[in-house]
């Protein structure tokens, strides 16, 4: 069955810092996310992605966060700078359809910020 | 905000028997979404349910929808210990392109 990619699986960084997570959305979607999930908390949205650009983004996603798809497979949300309460699990998801449809989630990025 | 909220927040049954959660959310929605997601791991896409549409079946999995009382319900019949896991709804609005998760119920099968 066709996979959401995320990698790193895990990635520790020092606060301030840039970090690039990286996914690699099932081949045939058109339509990308960002989610992440605090420990012990909601997921929250991030950001949507359709056509080369935003379709929607949440309050999270300040000027610090960005994303980009600079390939025909990879899609990837960058923190400019990161701080110690991005630290939580980031989840890509791509959708075939979009809106109305099920959602394919990858496992997952830890992020922990120092 | 239209975020789904679980209950119970958490639920400790044996193999075997049923477990059933429930899902309210706050204002008008297109779909309802369940999704399940073992310790750490990812998101795994369980079953959609559109704002026309009352109940829905999939394997072992029963929800139904009740857009008068903003609420669903998820029903795993025959729970198997493979099951333990915490199961999120998500709501999806008209005029939006994303989710809204609730906090989520955490299920333990006990063998």
């Known amino acids: 069955e066709p996979e959401v990619t995320q990698t790193p699986s895990h990635q520790v960084t020092q606060m301030g810092q840039e970090v690039i997570l990286r996914c690699v959305p099932i081949s045939n979607h058109l339509y990308f996310y960002w989610y992440r999930q605090i420990l012990g908390q909601k997921v929250e949205f991030l950001v949507s992605?359709?056509?080369?650009?935003?379709?929607?983004k949440s309050e999270i996603f300040d000027d610090q966060f960005s994303v980009e798809r600079p390939d025909g497979s990879n899609f990837t949300l960058k923190i400019r700078s990161t701080k110690l309460e991005d630290s939580a699990m980031y989840f890509c998801?791509?959708?075939?359809?979009?809106?109305?449809?099920?959602?394919?989630f990858g496992s997952g990025t830890r992020l922990t910020v120092v | 905000s239209q975020q789904g909220e679980e209950d119970p927040q958490a639920l400790s049954i044996q193999e075997g028997e049923n477990a059933t959660m429930n899902c309210s959310y706050k204002?008008?929605?297109?779909?309802l979404q369940w999704y399940r997601q073992n310790s750490g791991r990812g998101l795994v896409h369980l079953i959609l349910?559109?704002?026309?549409?009352r109940e829905k079946h999939s394997g072992r999995l029963r929800v139904t929808l009740d857009t008068s009382k903003k609420s669903s319900s998820l029903l795993i019949t025959a729970s198997r210990a493979a099951d333990t896991a915490s199961y999120f709804c998500a709501t999806e609005g008209f005029y939006d392109y994303k989710l809204s998760f609730g906090a989520g119920t955490t299920v333990t099968v006990r063998a």
């Open positions: 998801a791509s959708s075939e359809l979009g809106k109305g449809n099920g959602y394919t």
């Open positions: 992605f359709y056509n080369n650009e935003i379709s929607e």
């Open positions: 204002t008008s929605i297109n779909n």
């Open positions: 349910i559109r704002s026309n549409e």
